[in-house]
């Protein structure tokens, strides 16, 4: 079945550096455009990033852009997330998301495959 995992969180102080990384099996990855996601339980899942499916289009939310980086190795099954000048805000859950259709859209429920989300915590 399809699997998507994710793995590179962890506890940091805020400006410095992590990369997310999200391991797909049991699709044909290329088939799908891929996207990040994240959620405090204050809030509802936001939209990061997403990404096309040949990795010629990425897309983020005003609060990451120019501060992370969403990219993908299709020879690898992997999307990653470089994430930059990390603040407190950034703080959350963070998912990888897949949609089949290749819509790369900012919308939670245009996703048909999820990751169970690595805890990315950046203190002050």
């Known amino acids: 079945q399809v699997q998507l995992v994710e793995s590179g969180g962890g506890s940091v102080q805020a400006g410095v550096s992590l990369r997310l990384s999200c391991a797909a099996s049991?699709?044909?990855?290329?088939?799908?455009?891929m996207g990040w996601f994240r959620q405090t339980p204050e809030k509802e899942r936001e939209f990061v990033a997403a990404?096309?499916?040949?990795?010629?289009?990425?897309f983020y939310a005003a609060s990451v852009e120019g501060r992370f980086t969403i990219s993908r190795d299709n020879a690898k099954n992997l999307v990653h997330l470089q994430m930059n000048s990390l603040k407190p805000e950034d703080t959350a859950v963070y998912f990888c998301?897949?949609?089949?259709?290749?819509?790369?859209?900012?919308?939670?429920?245009?996703?048909?495959?999820w990751g169970q989300g690595t805890q990315v915590t950046v203190s002050s």
């Open positions: 998301a897949g949609d089949l259709f290749g819509r790369a859209s900012m919308q939670p429920y245009n996703y048909n495959a």
């Open positions: 049991g699709l044909t990855f290329s088939r799908y455009s």
């Open positions: 990404i096309s499916r040949s990795g010629g289009r990425t």
